[in-house]
């Protein structure tokens, strides 16, 4: 049997393929090999950590994985069940790499691995997958792998949640607040396995003063009940009906492998991740400020089709915006670069300097439920200060030529008043509008994979949005087959 093609599957910063036709216990093996060669090794890590999450593959998968890593010398700890953030958190608190097994919100018969450098840095093709890739490639087709003289590393076990659980607790306090009900979906992914242990008892730390009405709390990689993919509005639906049900204060859904975590207002409204971010950029700047850092000296990075709401409340709280392009890749750099105490994205995910510059939906559902507990309003009330401007969420376009349909969106642009224009991420054009004139702003994307055009529009109230989204497009797809 031929060996599978990896460039088929192993993607610009992770592992996704089908299991077993791609991603097989051999695949993972010599891409164990491969980690403990490229990335281990030159880095002088004592050792990696290797956790999964809750599909029927995960565990053959991680183990073959880390004999893989082991037979070149790597001491392997195996932390079982765990989330992606679970596994950053492992990664940064050992000071070694390690290697998630999960693929997030994907179907049943898909897997992946999602990999970092000691302290949970990324690794993407370009920062070593490639090179991964290629020496595992190399290894398959010839069924014999790159020889090593050494002693084989060792592989042993150990349970970090209570770890995991006691370190985000340590960075949010919940115990002070008033008491909550809080619906929580956790789509049969990870979230049924963290939440009883950061937001309850499970792991041995106090009782908070929050009551958790569950919801799919079964790990169960089959996804029985909905796709654990809470971008998509379907997959709230529950959600939502549940906190009206139960009178609840706040709604949280998290996606299969729970790093990404959504907001549901006591309504059973969604609560927008750019509001989200806002909110946790306040209380981020306010706890350096309460340090002694001068606000100015404070910075916050938000991709460029967050809401503009987020770059005003970080400025009216002093602190200093950073924009940048869609992409973990990007907005970690962005991180990394500015020594920024927090990052958000339009998808909900979430990313903090305390937490060594990675993405942890949990921290930032925290947040959230230390500030409505700290004062006696609802969760709509609260978000309503974030929650300044219309916005269309992001609309995708099948098109032939990108290039073409945004030069119409630009004519149409350029026939409607005043504007500014940035190539960034695409192109986004500003009209700042003013004297009855509303506000608003578009973004055009396009896809790097497919042949779509993406467009995000904002305005100052809702007909305005309307108005340029129907316009955008209706140029972008003009003389396209939908």
Request: aromatic residues 6%; negative net charge.
């Amino acid at each position: 049997m031929n060996a599978p093609v990896l460039n088929d599957f192993i993607k610009a910063y992770d592992v996704r393929g089908l299991v077993p036709e791609q991603l097989s216990p051999a695949v993972a093996r010599e891409l164990g090999a491969a980690f403990a060669q490229i990335v281990a090794r030159p880095e002088g890590a004592e050792g990696v950590v290797v956790g999964h999450d809750m599909r029927p593959s995960s565990p053959e998968l991680s183990r073959a994985f880390a004999e893989g890593a082991a037979s070149y010398g790597i001491d392997v700890t195996l932390i079982g069940l765990c989330s992606t953030d679970g596994l950053y958190y492992a990664s940064g608190a050992l000071g070694i790499p390690g290697a998630m097994f999960t693929a997030s919100h994907n179907p049943a018969q898909y897997n992946g691995i999602k990999l970092c450098r000691a302290g949970a840095r990324p690794v993407s093709l370009e920062t070593g997958l490639a090179e991964m890739r290629d020496l595992a490639q190399w290894a398959l087709d010839r069924g014999t792998a790159v020889p090593f003289d050494g002693e084989p590393g060792t592989i042993d076990e150990r349970d970090m949640l209570g770890d995991y659980a006691a370190f985000l607790r340590s960075l949010v306090d919940l115990s002070g607040g008033r008491p909550l009900k809080v619906v929580v979906d956790a789509g049969n992914g990870m979230g049924g396995h963290t939440v009883p242990a950061v937001l309850g008892t499970d792991a041995g730390l106090d009782e908070l003063p929050l009551e958790i009405v569950p919801l799919y709390f079964e790990l169960d990689g089959t996804f029985p009940n909905h796709e654990a993919n809470p971008l998509e509005p379907a997959n709230l639906v529950d959600l939502q009906k549940a906190v009206v049900e139960h009178g609840a204060d706040i709604g949280l859904a998290f996606d299969g492998d729970a790093d990404r975590c959504f907001v549901i207002d006591e309504n059973g409204d969604a609560v927008t991740p750019s509001a989200v971010t806002a909110l946790v950029a306040q209380r981020e700047i306010a706890k350096e400020v309460a340090k002694g850092t001068r606000a100015s000296d404070v910075s916050v990075v938000a991709n460029l089709i967050s809401s503009r709401a987020v770059t005003e409340v970080i400025t009216e709280n002093g602190a200093k915006p950073v924009r940048t392009r869609v992409g973990h890749s990007f907005i970690k750099a962005q991180m990394a670069e500015h020594d920024a105490v927090f990052g958000g994205e339009h998808s909900a995910h979430y990313y903090f300097r305390d937490f060594w510059f990675a993405d942890t939906g949990m921290l930032a559902a925290m947040h959230v439920l230390a500030a409505l507990g700290e004062q006696e309003g609802t969760l709509s009330q609260l978000v309503a200060e974030y929650a300044r401007y219309e916005a269309s969420g992001e609309i995708n376009s099948t098109v032939s030529d990108a290039t073409a349909a945004t030069g119409r969106v630009r004519e149409w642009v350029a026939s409607h008043g005043e504007y500014t224009e940035d190539g960034m991420d695409g192109v986004t054009f500003v009209h700042e509008g003013g004297d009855g004139d509303p506000m608003w702003w578009l973004n055009l994307r396009a896809s790097n994979t497919e042949p779509l055009l993406r467009l995000n529009v904002e305005a100052a109230d809702r007909a305005t949005m309307e108005r340029v989204r129907d316009a955008a497009l209706a140029a972008v797809r003009e003389g396209e087959a939908q």
